[in-house]
């Protein structure tokens, strides 16, 4: 794994850090520099800086704003820069955590199914810039919401979701919890392999006693242990997301969306499609601090319950969702499991790249996912959201 040369960030904590900006990253000096350093960051800053040439714009937000650029030496070598603004807050306070976990996590993971950070320079108005790689054909969440005119199949969903599990797999082998997989924020490069992208909610896991929020997660993506209040997990939480990526591309529609889009709501929807989380199904779930069920009891769905859903990726995929989808997390399968399941060898064979839909929604897709902060609601939640409630307090009190 790929080391990252000066940044340290607490993986739980205050939004915002006093810091210095430069080319590789970030220092969190506390006392001023020396001006003849001060000085020499200017220079190496503005000496990256000139290696690029800026486009069209390409998406822009209060966080962030996305611009399509080249590098001079080579105008074929297309990339995306991510400046992110400094508001108010940030000339107080400094950068943002969600910034420096984005940028940390991206320098230590080099993966070809993780979007690639080349390099980051600030500017003299202190506005950080994010150097990554261009990827032009839009999301995945575009993809499976085309239905009038992208058709894909068993094999393609096969395909995109080995991409998937390889990037979480190095991701937890490096101690990495992404914390925020769905659809937009898998992106499409042009030869048909997806990234994953926007590791803002990220953080490392290799203290277990080190306790963390249960406050994060995109809601629909979501696993039930972090709606009852689990404080120490690792990657069964990414494992859970996936799988609701799995169910979305074969149905082409969210498994879990409830409505009024709260967690009370959604606990009772998990309870309803894969069963109500009890002592005989999950030992010890009662104990746990936030744990608050309907009052009906829905007995685990059997696995022909699956089948009538799922039956496009056979009864070989419709077992991995299953154990990608179990309630307990001490028996999910962790994303090493995943990826030695027979379904990967059953038939069909995955997809070959050239052989993918690609059309996600194009370059100002890729823009419109990159300018948000990590974690942040893209369309306002609600009936019209994406289920991006994130860190939001959960009133179990209301269910009593």
């Given amino acids: 794994m790929a080391t990252s040369p000066a940044l340290d960030v607490p993986p739980e904590g205050p939004p915002f850090k006093r810091l210095k900006t430069g080319s590789n990253g970030v220092s969190t000096a506390s006392s001023p520099a020396p001006s003849h350093m001060a000085d020499l960051a200017e220079q190496v800053d503005a000496q990256e800086r000139q290696k690029y040439i800026k486009g069209r714009k390409l998406g822009s937000g209060q966080y962030a704003d996305v611009y399509s650029a080249h590098l001079v030496s080579d105008p074929t070598q297309l990339v995306a ?44 108005s202190q ?12 999301d995945l969440l575009k993809l499976i919401q085309d239905t009038s005119n992208i058709t894909y199949t068993p094999a393609d969903i096969k395909s995109w979701m080995l991409m998937l599990m390889r990037a979480t797999h190095f991701c937890h082998a490096n ?18 392999s997806i990234k994953l992208a926007d590791f803002g909610l990220a953080r490392s896991f290799a203290d277990p006693f080190q306790k963390m929020t249960y406050n994060t997660v995109t809601i629909w993506y979501r696993p039930p242990e972090l709606f009852f209040q689990a404080q120490y997990y690792g990657g069964k939480v990414d494992v859970w997301s996936c799988g609701c990526v799995f169910a979305e591309l074969v149905a082409r529609d969210v498994m879990f969306r409830a409505w009024p889009e709260n967690e009370i709501n959604m606990v009772k929807m998990i309870c309803d499609k894969i069963g109500t989380p009890t ?13 608050v069920t309907p009052t009906e009891v829905v007995p685990l769905r ?12 056979g009864e070989t995929g419709v077992d991995l969702l299953m154990k990608m989808l179990l309630l307990d997390p001490r028996k999910r399968l962790s994303a090493e499991e995943v990826l030695k399941h027979p379904f990967w060898t059953a038939e069909p064979r995955p997809s070959r790249l050239e052989d993918l839909p690609r059309k ?12 948000r902060r990590g974690g942040e ?18 009133d179990f009190g209301a269910m009593k």
């Fill in 81 to 124: 820069i991510k400046k992110i603004k400094v508001g108010a807050e940030a000339k107080e306070f400094g950068i943002s955590y969600d910034s420096l976990r984005e940028i940390k996590f991206l320098q230590e993971l080099d993966h070809p199914n993780i979007i690639k950070l080349y390099a980051v320079f600030s500017t003299k």
């Fill in 175 to 192: 101690y990495v919890l992404h914390r925020d997989i769905k659809p937009n924020n898998l992106l499409i490069a042009s030869d048909g």
């Fill in 127 to 138: 506005n950080l810039n994010l150097v990554l790689e261009q990827l032009p054909q839009g």
């Fill in 279 to 291: 002592e005989d199904n999950w030992p010890g779930v009662s104990k746990m601090k936030g744990y």
């Fill in 377 to 394: 609601i893209p369309n306002g939640g609600g009936a019209g959201g994406r289920g991006d409630k994130v860190a939001r307090k959960i």
């Fill in 360 to 371: 996600g929604g194009g370059m100002e897709v890729m823009g419109e996912d990159l300018k």
């Fill in 302 to 313: 059997p696995k022909e319950h699956w089948m009538a859903q799922f039956r496009a990726v």
